[in-house]
Nanobody, 123 residues
Framework: QVQLQESGPGLVKPSQTLSLTCTVS??????????WSWIRQPPGKGLEWIGY???????YYSPSLKSRTSISRDTSKNQFTLQLSSVTPEDTAVYYC???????????????WGQGTQVTVSS
């Protein structure tokens, strides 16, 4: 069974960079054909897809966030990291890491999630 665990600061000041790490156990982040994704849920809103880093190392980001988003990985630690720059209070959300299984549509494509971590942007 694959398990994912988010970690990082729970409070970030406006204009700073939000940085979160997802540690994966029970499976390699280089395994075909998985996409290691970041998703967030602001208070009172639905889930918002942020982006992914693929098994190959390629990245793809939501058009609305791509200018501020960077996802990277450390294969030696089996971890991938989200960096979201120039944050504002609108970036306050619960942030999740999840594994997407290529070719499977809908919620079934995301069988494995971290528990989520609250990040608050406030001065």
């Amino acid at each position: 069974q694959v398990q994912l665990q988010e970690s990082g600061p729970g409070l970030v000041k406006p204009s700073q960079t939000l940085s979160l790490t997802c540690t994966v156990s029970g499976g390699s982040i280089t395994t075909n054909y998985y996409y290691w994704s970041w998703i967030r849920q602001p208070p009172g809103k639905g889930l918002e897809w942020i982006g992914y880093i693929a098994y190959s190392g390629s990245t793809y980001y939501s058009p609305s966030l791509k200018s501020r988003t960077s996802i990277s990985r450390d294969t030696s630690k089996n971890q991938f990291t989200l960096q979201l720059s120039s944050v504002t209070p609108e970036d306050t959300a619960v942030y999740y890491c999840a594994r997407y299984e290529g070719g499977i549509k809908g919620a079934r494509g995301y069988p494995s999630w971290g528990q989520g971590t609250q990040v608050t942007v406030s001065s």
